[in-house]
């Protein structure tokens, strides 16, 4: 019986084994390639990269295709490749004003500069299973323009904000030149806007989704109004110390979300609509909408707003937030813990046995009465 | 990761590249100047999960070289597959030589238990921590409890004991029982049993504590005090078993209890491996 705890290395061994099998499958079906996941998984492999926090899309697939299609553990994957790169620099910060959009999008006007653009989106699928899909059946070509690079889309919350009734961007959203790294320092409470904003890009999309969706509910309404919603690619531009100029090292995709909130104003602030800011790799509309709720549900302090829901809790928010701690960290209960475990069994034993002492002199007192 | 990615070089030697083991470094100098204070260093994410010992093991990575023994126990056993896994770990990307033997290791990576034979100046005790702050259940905030420290306001702590005997009439805690190091600091010693405490207390062997998930390091340097907190009416006491381990007779290790029939009969062994493995060879020699 004692040989049950040990040969971990053996069971190891082979649990890898298996592991690899069970991920195969059947050989008889074609073993998936890194570029079906990236043209056919995009948005899974847009939601590695966003959490992953690392843009490159065939680590990202060969991620997904380890895990076998779990993202988490594909997102774990990831970090821990990332983890080991060194650093040359911080890039220039992005601008998404100058993006080529493939989307864009406002709720809060019918029309603005450069127009709504739907591009590729879900939202008026009708969600009825597709069976054409499940035949081998190819799709002619989407007829397309070709992208207009010239066109600019100001942003809609600049227009707002020129007519002073949209805050500026709060601070901390322009780049000082320092930046914190929060995969390179702990966090440290309270948190910068741009730590906060980083581990919030990297959050959970489901954790920030129901963060967002509780303030919808009342747990710290902050009336929001999408302003803007852009998905396209936009230039990476960094200063190489040796040149001292910029250069465009690579085009990324990006989604940003711009939420406009409606703030009361305070007694030396008149009433001004205020921002939550969301921003995530590819196309990732529900992650940057949840992440920009939640970033304005965490400036209550800041617009001295009372902070007594979840989601406006700072503490609360950002150090339950990360996926990869999280999910380590609940899956580690599968671990031994027969000493702690023997030590609770030792406590609760003598306990007992005391009060079950107690009950029998009770009962012996009674007896003799 | 596959056996050879170390000695192909894929990897830097311990994994971690050298700035962050610098780095790593300086918040063990930094632990070991101040016992038993909780220093917050930049974590990386490690290959394994969090809560599986990556405190542990960026300890380790930080401070391990070629010349390095290396002993892994978890729940005290060398065999256990957490131990395995990190024993191989190491092995694998610091080239390292690996031991069972308690006395031989230079570096001791444990979860949950202190081995029971003595350990002698030299040698690095390395705990994995899942929650480092002591005072984590009674009040979840860091910036709260940042500041008990900061203060050494330890009032809750003494409360909750002091509840904890009025309600059973003895201290309810069986393991990571809080200790106070230094006369200062009220720390965590991980969760390992209360038995283990007494160990801690003057230990001529370094204690490093790593908590990869919340970024915290923390030490007690040879030869500290550390008292496990109790009143002078309720003193300190361990785990007694009247059982004795059923391989080599134990009287005095901890052990475990393994359920061994339908019935619910009972066996009792040491959890420390080497320990029970020591003593029984020379008797098995002598026959």
């Known amino acids: 019986m004692y040989v049950a705890v040990k040969g971990g290395e053996t069971a190891i061994a082979h649990s890898l084994d298996l592991l690899a099998d069970k991920r195969r499958g059947d050989r008889g079906v074609a073993e998936l390639t890194l570029e079906q996941i990236g043209q056919q998984l995009g948005l899974a492999v847009d939601r590695v990269m966003t959490e992953g926090s690392c843009y490159d899309r065939s680590l990202a697939a060969l991620a997904i295709k380890q895990a076998r299609g779990d993202l988490i553990e594909a997102i774990f994957l990831l970090r821990a490749y990332r983890t080991t790169l060194p650093r040359f620099g911080d890039s220039l910060p992005l601008d998404t004003g100058a993006m080529v959009a493939e989307r864009r999008i406002s709720s809060t006007f019918k029309d603005v500069p450069g127009g709504q653009v739907l591009g590729p989106t879900y939202d008026y699928t009708h969600r009825l299973l597709d069976f054409s899909l499940a035949a081998d059946g190819e799709r002619p070509a989407a007829p397309t323009a070709p992208a207009d690079t010239n066109r600019t889309l100001p942003r809609v919350g600049d227009i707002l904000e020129r007519e002073g009734m949209l805050e500026p961007p709060p601070q901390g959203l322009q780049s000082d030149g320092a930046s914190e790294d929060l995969t390179r320092q702990p966090l440290t409470l309270p948190a910068s806007r741009p730590v906060r904003l980083q581990n919030l890009a990297r959050g959970d999309e489901g954790f920030l989704l129901a963060l967002g969706y509780s303030t919808q509910r009342g747990y710290g309404n902050n009336h929001p109004f999408v302003g803007e919603i852009r998905y396209g690619h936009v230039p990476v531009a960094f200063v190489p110390e040796e040149l001292g100029f910029a250069i465009e090292i690579a085009e990324i995709d990006v989604t940003e979300c711009e939420m406009v909130n409606q703030f009361a104003g305070s007694h030396d602030v008149p009433p001004q609509f205020t921002r939550g800011y969301g921003l995530a790799f590819g196309h990732s509309e529900r992650k940057a909408m949840s992440m920009a709720l939640v970033d304005r549900a965490l400036r209550a302090e800041e617009l001295s707003e009372s902070a007594t829901s979840p989601a406006q809790d700072e503490e609360f928010v950002l150090a339950h937030s990360d996926n990869v701690e999280a999910s380590g960290f609940v899956q580690h209960l599968k671990l031994p813990h027969y000493v702690d475990f023997q030590s609770e069994l030792v406590v609760v034993r003598a306990l007992r046995a005391e009060v079950e002492a107690r009950h029998r002199q009770a009962a012996l007192d009674q007896a003799a009465e | ?287």
């Open chain 2, 1 to 287: 990761m596959t056996e050879n990615n170390a000695k192909d070089g894929a990897y830097n030697y311990a994994y971690l590249d050298e700035q962050t083991k610098r780095m790593i470094r300086r918040a063990i100098l930094k632990a070991v100047a101040v016992p038993g204070y909780q220093v917050p260093f930049g974590g990386r994410e490690m290959p394994l999960p969090y809560g599986w010992g990556t405190g542990g093991i960026q300890v380790t990575a930080a401070i391990i070289g070629r010349d390095d023994t290396l002993k892994v126990i978890d729940q005290g056993a060398d065999d256990t597959t957490n131990a395995v896994s990190i024993r191989r770990f190491f092995a694998n990307v610091a080239e390292v030589a690996t031991t069972t033997r308690t006395e031989e290791a230079t570096v001791i990576q444990t979860r949950h238990r202190v081995p029971e034979t003595p350990l002698g100046e030299g040698q690095i005790l390395v705990f994995q921590v899942p929650i480092p702050e002591p005072l984590r259940m009674l009040e979840p905030r860091e910036t709260e409890t940042r500041t008990l420290h900061a203060l050494s306001e330890y009032g809750v702590m003494q409360v909750s004991l002091y509840e904890s005997i009025a309600r059973h009439g003895r201290i309810s805690k069986g393991y990571n029982y809080p200790v106070m190091v230094n006369g200062r600091y009220i720390m965590s010693p991980s969760p390992i049993p209360k038995f283990d405490n007494p160990k801690l207390d003057r230990s001529p062997a370094l204690q490093l504590y790593g908590a990869g998930r919340e970024k915290r390091i923390y030490a007690v340097p040879p030869y500290t005090p550390v008292k496990s907190l109790d009143f002078d009416d309720h003193p300190f006491e361990i785990e007694t078993w009247q059982q004795c381990c059923e391989l080599c007779g134990s009287k005095d290790s901890f052990l475990d209890e393994m359920i061994v029939d339908d019935d619910g009969k009972r066996l009792f062994v040491c959890s420390d491996t080497d320990y029970c493995e020591r003593r029984r060879t020379p008797a098995e020699a002598a026959e």
